[in-house]
């Protein structure tokens, strides 16, 4: 039986139980979700939920801003980071159709004889 917590995109954190987990404000994670650079889910009710892996990608922002980086430059970073990942996708799924054998694909490219 596979429970939430075991997904790391189940969204079971709260704003308050991940400020206090990463020690940052909460209102840093607001300023962080209304510049989109890291958006949780919501709840029914409109309140942040958190799954691990948006805690990760906070994590990252802080080790960013740590580091001089601003919140839009960091938001490029991600949106490049998700744009190679879907890029490297298409490039492997594409060597994996071209690695398979394909009768007609070798017929069709067999040399003619004359």
Known sequence: MK???DD??????TVG???SMLD????????????????????AGGQRRYS?????????????????MTLPAI???IELQHELAQITRERDELARRLAEPNPA????????HQ
Not at 105 to 112: D, F, H, V, Y
């Open 24 to 43: 940052v404000q909460q209102a840093f994670l607001r300023r962080i979700d209304d510049n989109q650079v890291v958006s949780p889910q919501r709840s």
């Open 52 to 68: 691990r892996h948006e805690i990760g990608r906070v994590q990252e922002v802080v080790t960013m801003m740590d580091q001089g």
């Open 75 to 77: 938001r490029r970073i």
């Open 3 to 5: 429970l939430p917590m």
């Open 105 to 112: 694909r070798s017929t069709s490219e067999a040399p003619e």
């Open 8 to 13: 790391e995109h189940a969204a079971l954190f």
């Open 17 to 19: 139980q991940v400020a």
